[in-house]
């Protein structure tokens, strides 16, 4: 089967996914234009250069999952004070973009969440479904660098399952690291990239039944 993850620039949220023999379409304009795909585990990430507005996704095929993670950066409310300053056109281009994933996502009957952080999000569509911090999910496989906190909310549909929480300790060091991040031209990115541990999470808890007695 497949899966999509909507503006993934990292992959790191299709990676469980792909290892357990799915292809995982990860779409984001960043990525180099156009289809590479690479061989993770049993299955394929599937790199896919486009304009996610434009981009048709394969509705055709079974679709085991949706992620999606449209960028925050003219819709977090961390950045208010700068909204009035930077006009209309982002918030429109933002708001689309929250659109067209929750579209697609919800086209494919699968389970599926739309990843931000707090956000005016909530006042344009709804209050999100779950909220959670990196840290109480990095005891699963591959969590142990996330002991940090950013309050994290998921709107979800389609039988998504909200995994149960595995917390370890706050790092003293980096606790704060999204908040502290050093300015520059990948600072959004790094802010919202997918906490491993969380990822793994959410693929142990909503992975189809068949994966589940294999």
């Not at 620039?9 to 792909?18: D, M």
């Not at 292809?23 to 984001?28: L, M, Q, R």
Request: charged fraction near 15%; glycine fraction near 8%; include cysteine.
């Amino acid at each position: 089967m497949n899966v999509l993850s909507l503006c993934d620039l990292t992959t790191t949220s299709a990676i469980p996914w792909a290892k357990a023999g799915h292809d995982v379409y990860c779409v984001d304009i960043q990525h180099p234009p156009g289809t590479t795909s690479t061989p993770v585990g049993d299955g394929h990430i599937i790199r896919v250069g486009a304009d996610l507005n434009t981009w048709q996704p394969p509705l055709g095929q079974p679709i085991a999952f949706v992620a999606a993670f449209p960028p925050c950066t003219d819709v977090a409310v961390s950045g208010a004070r700068w909204f009035r300053s930077k006009g209309l056109a982002g918030l429109i281009q933002a708001l689309t973009l929250v659109e067209r994933c929750r579209t697609i996502a919800e086209a494919t009957d699968a389970p599926w969440f739309l990843e931000n952080p707090v956000s005016t999000i909530s006042t344009y569509w709804r209050k999100p479904d779950h909220t959670f911090h990196p840290y109480e999910y990095g005891g699963y496989p591959g969590g142990a660098g996330d002991g940090y906190t950013k309050k994290t909310c998921l709107w979800t549909g389609g039988r998504f399952v909200m995994p149960k929480p595995d917390p370890i300790p706050l790092d003293p060091d980096t606790h704060n690291r999204i908040h502290h991040a050093t300015p520059g031209p990948d600072r959004a990115n790094i802010r919202s990239a997918t906490p491993v541990g969380f990822a793994q999470a959410v693929y142990q808890a909503n992975r189809p039944a068949a994966e589940v007695t294999s």
